[in-house]
Antibody
Framework: EVQLVESGGGLVQPGGSLRLSCSAS????????MHWVRQAPGKGLEYVST????????YYADSVKGRFTISRDNSKNTLHLQMTSLRAEDTAVHYC???????????????WGQGTLVTVSS | SSELAQDPAVSVALGQTVRITCQGD??????ASWYQQKPGQAPVLVIY???KRPSGIPDRFSGSGSGNTASLTITGAQAEDEADFYC??????????FGGGTKLAVL
């Protein structure tokens, strides 16, 4: 069974930093593209970032480009999202998401974690 | 920038058929995926590549598309289908798009 468990969320002041982690199990982590998708309270889904299976290609939404960095450690089956220069509009549940396709990216979000809440407020 | 437009809310009588639509220019080129999200839960992929169902998704869920419109159809809606539904695709610049979501009420 695929399991994705996010951690690292919490309350941070505007301009601050936070590092999210996602521990993956139940599948061959190193063979799948991984994504972060977020959802502000009471709002819809918003794409954040993607990293391919071996970590040498990354993609970001314009809203986070230059502030967030996605990375992965395939030896530890872990995905990370380093978030800096945080703004109030970054307040959201951040989901770790597995791509549907083995190997390359399908850009279809197959399995989702339960999410971790990031709150940016003074 | 490209967008995907969904009706904010749709209702269906128990056991009847409902179609939820998603419109956007990117859908002329890229397939849509659909996600169901129940309150307090993470989204679940219900349709990918326009009309394919992941294992475990009931066959009352189906997808279709033509031109700039993708559709998710639930044939014989059940009470447990009440949820928010989101479409998703990409645009020509590579940006990943989500629709604004449709709240489905099963009456």
């Amino acid at each position: 069974e695929v399991q994705l468990v996010e951690s690292g969320g919490g309350l941070v002041q505007p301009g601050g930093s936070l590092r999210l982690s996602c521990s993956a199990s139940g599948f061959t982590f190193s063979s799948y593209t991984m994504h972060w998708v977020r959802q502000a309270p009471g709002k819809g889904l918003e794409y954040v970032s993607t990293i391919n299976n071996n970590g040498d290609s990354t993609y970001y939404a314009d809203s986070v480009k230059g502030r967030f960095t996605i990375s992965r450690d395939n030896s530890k089956n872990t995905l990370h999202l380093q978030m800096t220069s945080l703004r109030a509009e970054d307040t959201a549940v951040h989901y770790c998401v597995k791509d549907r396709r083995y190997g390359d990216s399908s850009w279809e979000f197959d399995q989702w974690g339960q999410g971790t809440l990031v709150t940016v407020s003074s | 920038s490209s967008e995907l437009a969904q009706d904010p809310a749709v209702s269906v009588a128990l056991g009847q058929t409902v179609r939820i639509t998603c419109q956007g220019d990117s859908l002329r080129t890229y397939y849509a995926s659909w996600y169901q999200q129940k309150p307090g839960q993470a989204p679940v992929l219900v349709i990918y590549a326009k009309n394919k169902r992941p294992s475990g998704i009931p066959d009352r869920f189906s997808g279709s598309g033509s031109g700039n419109t993708a559709s998710l159809t639930i044939t014989g809606a059940q009470a447990e289908d009440e949820a928010d539904f989101y479409c998703n695709s990409r645009d020509s610049s590579g940006a990943v798009l989500f629709g604004g979501g449709t709240k489905l009420a099963v009456l």
